[in-house]
């Protein structure tokens, strides 16, 4: 007689599982996108303590999407037979000195992020798991996406300065901000 269990373990018996070097790659992976969620998370809520209500706004959406990230990696790394592990996170820094040393950060972050995902592709070729490899396609290009964006703010902050005003305008800004790039008025001129 059919059994549902039963299809489930063949299922698990057919499918191309993953390495245990890709395994280990990807769950590295789990706790440095658990990592940015926990990162933006904590920017925000000083964000919000600082006045900047749009920029909070910005950050609470983005640790959300960090999240996304991860759980993404959970669910991949089961399906092709490995087992995902959710890590324990370190505690974020707390204090930013202000928007631009507070993004700057976040860049430096972003950078360190696709420099792991590279690892991480350069892996699937070592072990010639072109699935992964597709799959890690879409971090690849988040990445190119989420540099940009945060160059892009470092810019803008840099053309605004200190200016109340400006800085009004930049926190209005970015809370409309849903991924891509920010506007930069007369950006490289
Ligand atoms: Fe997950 O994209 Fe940023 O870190």
């Not at 950060?105 to 070592?126: D, M, P, R, S």
Request: hydrophobic letters at 35%.
């Amino acid at each position: 007689m059919f059994h549902p269990f039963l299809l489930f373990n063949l299922n698990k018996n057919n499918i191309d599982m993953v390495s245990k070097k890709v395994e280990e790659a990807l769950n590295r992976q789990i706790l440095l996108e658990g990592e940015s969620s926990q990162f933006y998370l904590s920017m925000a809520s000083w964000a919000e303590n600082q006045g900047y209500v749009g920029t909070a706004e910005f950050l609470y959406r983005h640790a959300d999407e960090e999240r996304q990230h991860m759980l993404k990696l959970v669910r991949y790394i089961n399906e092709r037979g490995g087992a995902a592990k959710i890590p324990a996170i370190s505690e974020p820094p707390v204090e930013f000195e202000g928007l631009t040393k507070a993004f700057e950060n976040l860049l430096k972050h972003e950078q360190k992020v696709t420099a792991e995902i590279n690892g991480i592709v350069f892996t699937c070729l070592e072990e010639k798991d072109y699935t992964t490899h597709n799959f890690m396609q879409w971090y690849v290009s988040e990445q190119i996406e989420e540099e940009a964006t945060a160059r892009g703010i470092l810019d803008r902050i840099k053309l605004t300065g200190s200016e109340k005003g400006g800085l009004y305008l930049f926190d209005r800004d970015l809370e409309n901000l849903t991924g891509g790039s920010i506007s930069v008025p007369n950006a490289g001129k």
